[in-house]
């Protein structure tokens, strides 16, 4: 029996991106600026804050905190004589005060005692419920967003599956769980030129022989056949690359953890369409009859031997 093995994972930054198309796919990339950048929401801020990672949204808030306090503290400290039991030209103080007021905490060693500070309480203690409100909300709005963990094969191949060419791709929950109700589609986009002359982006949607799963919970290859039907039908190499073509595919479902909808999608190139090749098999049988997945092998693939090769 082989050994399990974890999958490897590729890590990301700011200077190393995720993205939709492989190294391998330049030629058809477009040039969409700020496309899945979050630093590029910052005419939104309130998708800026959903997208921004947790640090950065964090160090975000405590500046926003800080800043509000030192507001108010600056204020107070303009009429300091009007807070009891602080020391006289403090900052120290008015900041402090500040932020008992902001917080609610009221210890009580100090407190207003002037009209104007009376004003700048009631002010900061409206504004705190606000902040507050804005903060514990947007923490919420990102720790209630439903993130998958789909791997997608990242080739596809084309092979004959009862004596029809089929084109087929890979998928896995990496999650631990079921994803319930999952759809997935895939889609062919190349460039085409109509009788006129005119140039078109076209996409066409690809008939799939099974595009529904009541529970995905291991693995699923998603197929196509290559018939009649298809836009790929007698299509070989060159013609993929003369037109430029992608494929596109999503994947949806209810997340059964959460009971939420997710989503999760991919790209290949035409570069990443292997011919007369197969996916090597991942399911494992025990003798003790059980059976386990190793994903080390989600990816690897093997040539097939068919009349065409």
Request: hydrophobic fraction near 40%; proline fraction near 5%.
């Amino acid at each position: 029996m082989l050994p399990l093995r974890p999958f490897p994972r590729r890590k990301y930054s700011r200077k190393n991106p995720p993205s939709a198309y492989s190294s391998n796919k330049f030629w058809i990339k477009f040039n969409i600026e700020g496309l899945d950048a979050w630093y590029h929401h910052w005419r939104e801020p309130y998708h800026l804050l959903l997208n921004i990672p947790w640090k950065y949204f964090i160090i975000l808030m405590s500046i926003f905190y800080l800043v509000l306090n030192g507001g108010f503290a600056l204020a107070y400290f303009l009429g300091i004589d009007g807070i009891e039991n602080a020391v006289e030209g403090s900052f120290r103080d008015a900041f402090f005060f500040s932020v008992h007021t902001f917080s609610t905490i009221g210890y009580g060693n100090m407190y207003p005692t002037s009209l104007y500070t009376h004003i700048l309480v009631t002010v900061e203690a409206f504004v705190s419920l606000l902040g507050i409100a804005l903060i514990t909300g947007l923490a919420f709005a990102r720790f209630s967003q439903s993130n998958a963990k789909i791997l997608f094969s990242n080739v596809v191949v084309v092979l004959p599956y009862n004596n029809v060419p089929t084109l087929m791709l890979r998928v896995s929950n990496q999650r631990k769980n079921y994803i319930l109700e999952a759809k997935i589609r895939l889609y062919l986009m190349w460039d085409e030129v109509s009788k006129e002359g005119n140039f078109f982006r076209r996409v066409h949607e690809l008939k799939l022989l099974r595009d529904y799963s009541p529970t995905l919970a291991m693995t699923w290859t998603v197929m196509h056949p290559i018939d009649e039907n298809s836009p790929l039908f007698e299509v070989n190499l060159d013609t993929l690359k003369r037109k430029k073509a992608m494929l596109l595919t999503s994947l949806s479902g209810i997340d059964e953890s959460i009971t939420q909808t997710m989503y999760a999608r991919s790209s290949y190139g035409f570069r990443d369409i292997l011919w007369d090749h197969q996916f090597q098999d991942v399911i494992y049988h025990t003798p003790d009859g059980h059976r386990y997945i190793d994903l080390s092998f989600f990816h690897r693939t093997k040539p097939v031997e068919t009349e065409r090769s």
